[in-house]
């Protein structure tokens, strides 16, 4: 191997004393068979599987929990979520053995959709000697605090799958776009009903669509749309030319376009500054007769200003596949609602989506071996 980050791997071994083999953190639930391709992207590795089990809570707890989940009103069971989920502790392995001090040989860390918040924050201590971390998520939001951008995490190399299912999110968005506008949810009620009754449905053409996010997922929305006769608008966080889009604008003219759109698509990464943007304000400036549909990051919404919006008739229904809570509690409001369609965070599920993020993954460890740039990086302190 060439490099680490650059750096020459006798020299930066020498350095910092570690095995100028880089070891790389893997959950245990990779297949050998893509361990076995990592390996063979980039010999000089050694894969060290993590094993995390979750520190079960006294069988009191456990149904008090399931009680509150499924059973008690949603509004009372948002109380208790956050604070379950902050006392969550975990009992680790790495190759079997207890992870409980310090290890400062691992370098690299890939975080699959098993590694939560919670379970990162208490094992990053854990890895003084980390250096990069992939994301198989499109985003880092999952994983990384506000608070990322301080340390130790400044100096951190991340990459994530952003990039990999702008195409399949894309034509799903635009499916929900369809399927609302033609009413396909209230035919599927009426034949599970065996009734008959023609339905007046939204024309496509001519109808705006203003994309809230105008990145890779939402630049393929914008041309998607536009083929399908749609008019694509783009807020992004700075106006731009833009292909795709007849106009992208900046984040002082969000109410604007949401005022303009018949269709409102939110695409756009979950930071700080972007969680709640589509909340109560927002929502008093869409159209009656608009529809809202979520392919990014349920934190994007205010669910609680979307049900409240939906229950005034403010808005004509929403579209949404994912949420702030996954997956979401059975007792959850939009599972009532018939102007609201759930489609269970599956914009980016594909027979070939997961291996093509092992893809990624494995170029990225053969990028990151030479010091060269990887593909889906992240900039901690803007958080994508």
């Known amino acids: 191997m060439a490099a680490y980050g650059g750096e020459g791997t006798a020299e930066w071994?020498?350095?910092i004393g570690a095995d100028p083999v880089m070891k790389i953190l893997i959950p245990d639930h990779v297949p050998e068979s893509e361990q076995k391709l990592?390996?063979?992207?980039?010999?000089?590795?050694?894969?060290?599987?993590?094993?995390?089990?979750?520190?079960?809570?006294?069988?009191?707890?456990g149904v008090r929990w399931v009680l509150t989940r499924r059973m008690c009103p949603h509004g009372l069971y948002r109380?208790?979520?956050?604070?379950?989920?902050?006392?969550?502790?975990?009992?680790?392995?790495?190759g079997g053995a207890p992870l409980v001090a310090p290890r400062g040989d691992v370098e690299a860390f890939l975080a699959t959709w098993t590694i939560t918040r919670e379970l990162y924050q208490q094992i990053r201590p854990?890895?003084?000697g980390l250096r990069w971390i992939h994301s198989t998520m499109a985003g880092v939001d999952h994983l990384l605090p506000d608070e990322a951008s301080t340390a130790p995490d400044i100096g951190l190399r991340v990459s994530c799958?952003?990039?990999?299912h702008s195409e399949r999110i894309a034509e799903f968005a635009v499916?929900?776009?369809?399927?609302?506008?033609?009413?396909l949810p209230d035919h599927a009620r009426l034949q599970s009903r065996r009734a008959w009754r023609s339905l007046r449905s939204k024309e496509l053409a001519g109808s705006i669509v203003a994309v809230v996010g105008a990145g890779s997922i939402g630049s393929a929305v914008a041309r998607l749309a536009r083929a399908n006769g749609m008019r694509?608008?783009?807020i992004a966080r700075h106006p731009r030319h833009a292909p795709a889009f007849e106009a992208v604008y900046g984040p002082d003219h969000l109410h604007a376009a949401l005022a303009r759109a018949d269709f409102i698509v939110v695409c756009i990464p979950s930071t700080a500054e972007t969680r709640g943007l589509i909340g109560a304000e927002a929502l008093r400036a869409v159209k009656r007769d608009a529809y809202l549909v979520n392919v990014s990051r349920g934190s994007i919404v205010d669910e609680g200003a979307l049900i409240a919006a939906l229950g005034a008739r403010r808005i004509a229904g929403a579209a949404l596949d994912v949420f702030d809570d996954e997956p979401l509690p059975?007792?959850?409001?939009?599972?009532?609602?018939?102007?609201?369609?759930?489609?269970h965070h599956s914009s980016y599920a594909s027979a070939a989506s997961e291996r093509e993020v092992f893809e990624r993954f494995q170029r990225n460890v053969a990028r990151y071996a030479r010091g060269e740039p990887l593909e889906g990086a992240i900039d901690v302190r803007l958080g994508y």
């Open 175 to 183: 499916t929900l776009i369809a399927s609302v506008a033609k009413r």
């Open 13 to 15: 071994a020498t350095a």
């Open 330 to 343: 059975r007792n959850h409001p939009f599972y009532g609602r018939e102007d609201v369609l759930v489609t």
């Open 232 to 234: 694509p608008i783009g």
């Open 161 to 164: 799958s952003r990039g990999v």
């Open 79 to 94: 109380r208790f979520r956050g604070a379950v989920a902050s006392r969550a502790r975990y009992e680790m392995e790495i």
């Open 126 to 128: 854990l890895l003084p």
């Open 38 to 61: 990592i390996r063979e992207t980039a010999p000089d590795v050694d894969l060290l599987t993590l094993r995390a089990t979750q520190r079960r809570s006294p069988l009191r707890a």
